[in-house]
């Protein structure tokens, strides 16, 4: 019940506490559970929290699939309200070719992203991290 926890107001922060506390090797249940649906919870109130805390605390080879999943997505998550949380996480926590990739997006059409609302963040925390 992974992916309903996600999107719980209440729920997803048991989810969180687990990710940081339990050990990465168990956690992939919560991996498996939330492959192919990352982009949607990274769209979420509280999924988007979820993903953050994952990319966080395991380690890149454990969450690759999830992160690349994002990564098709990038150039909406950037400008999403909860979306661009999790890609400013993929900055900070991801491997150098996946902020590398994230870069790509941005630098494409960096001059739009930095006067965007939300996109703005993005790029900001591209030139911190990157």
């Known amino acids: 019940h992974v992916r309903e926890a996600s999107t719980s107001p209440h729920a ?4 969180q506490k687990c990710i940081e506390l339990m050990p990465p090797d168990r956690l ?4 498996q559970e939330m492959r192919g649906h ?4 990274a769209r979420h109130r509280y999924g988007c929290r979820v993903l ?5 605390h395991c380690p890149s080879w454990q969450t690759d699939e999830l992160v690349e999943e994002l990564l098709v997505g990038v150039s ?3 400008r999403h309200t909860f979306g661009n949380f999790v890609i400013q996480h ?3 926590h991801g491997t150098q070719s996946q902020k590398q990739r994230v ?3 941005l630098f494409s059409d960096v001059q739009r992203l930095a006067r965007h609302r939300v ?3 993005v790029v900001r925390s591209a030139l911190v991290h990157c």
């Open 12 to 15: 997803n922060h048991v989810l």
């Open 103 to 105: 870069c790509e997006v």
């Open 119 to 121: 996109a703005s963040h």
């Open 52 to 56: 953050e805390r994952l990319i966080e």
């Open 38 to 41: 990352s982009v949607n919870a």
């Open 76 to 78: 909406q998550l950037c």
């Open 90 to 92: 993929v900055l900070e």
């Open 28 to 31: 992939n249940f919560v991996i």
